[in-house]
Structures are given as structure tokens and as C-alpha cells.
């Protein structure tokens, strides 16, 4: 069964920096395209970042390029969303998500709609 694990959200000041891993089990995910997506109160689930299965390639939503950077480790089965200076704005629940076909892009979520998902992290961010 596969299993996506995230942790490092909590409660930072605007300008902070927050560091979110995702650890994936139940199968091998180096060969998979993974990201982060994020669901703010009363909006719906968005696109925040993408990495390619061979980390080779990221992709990043408009509102997060410059200030988040995606990374993984294929070795550990994990990725890593670096947020730094952070708004009120990025309060949302984190998801990380996996491809369920192998050898996706950084954009591979718009050809999966039904990724594997985690149970989502928390993150808030204080004016």
C-alpha cells in the first residue's frame, strides 16, 4: 500500500522560512514525478510545485517562484518543500502527491488527475 507521509508545517511569522518533507513507502519512487499542492480555507486544492521523476526538472507556481525550492532524494524515498519568505497568503494544508505512472515531468499533474496523495501538512503564516 503505498503511503505519502508529510511533516515540518507549523506556525511561522511572515518572512519566515518553513522546510516540508514527504516520505513515500509501500513502493520504489525514484522512477515517479512527485509535488506539493496546497488547499487554503474555502479555495480549492492548488498546484504549488513539481519535480520530475529524476529531479532534473521543477516546476513552481507563479505565486511561490522565487521564494519555494523543490528538492528529493530518490534515495530516501523523500521530497522537500523549501519555503522561504512566507506570506500570510501560503496558509494552507500542504499535500505532497505522487505520479502514479512512471517517468513524469515537473508538469506531470496535469495528465494524473488522480495522484496518490498525503494526508497534508498544516502551514500558517502570521502579519
Known amino acids: 500500500q503505498v503511503q505519502l507521509v508529510e511533516s515540518g508545517g507549523g506556525l511561522v511569522q511572515a518572512g519566515g522560512s518553513l522546510r516540508l518533507s514527504c516520505v513515500a513507502s509501500?513502493?520504489?519512487?525514484?522512477?515517479?514525478?512527485m509535488g506539493w499542492f496546497r488547499q487554503a480555507p474555502g479555495k480549492e486544492r492548488e498546484f504549488v510545485s513539481g519535480i520530475k521523476w529524476n529531479g532534473k526538472s521543477t516546476a513552481y507556481a507563479d505565486s511561490v517562484k522565487g521564494r519555494f525550492t523543490i528538492s528529493r532524494d530518490n534515495a530516501e524515498n523523500t521530497v522537500h518543500l523549501q519555503m522561504n519568505s512566507l506570506k500570510p497568503e501560503d496558509t494552507a494544508v500542504y499535500f505532497c502527491?505522487?505520479?502514479?505512472?512512471?517517468?513524469?515531468?515537473?508538469?506531470?499533474?496535469?495528465?494524473?488527475?488522480?495522484?496518490?496523495w498525503g494526508q497534508g501538512t498544516q502551514v500558517t503564516v502570521s502579519s
Open positions: 502527491a505522487a505520479d502514479r505512472s512512471p517517468y513524469g515531468g515537473s508538469n506531470w499533474y496535469v495528465k494524473s488527475p488522480d495522484p496518490y
Open positions: 509501500g513502493r520504489t519512487f525514484s522512477g515517479y514525478a
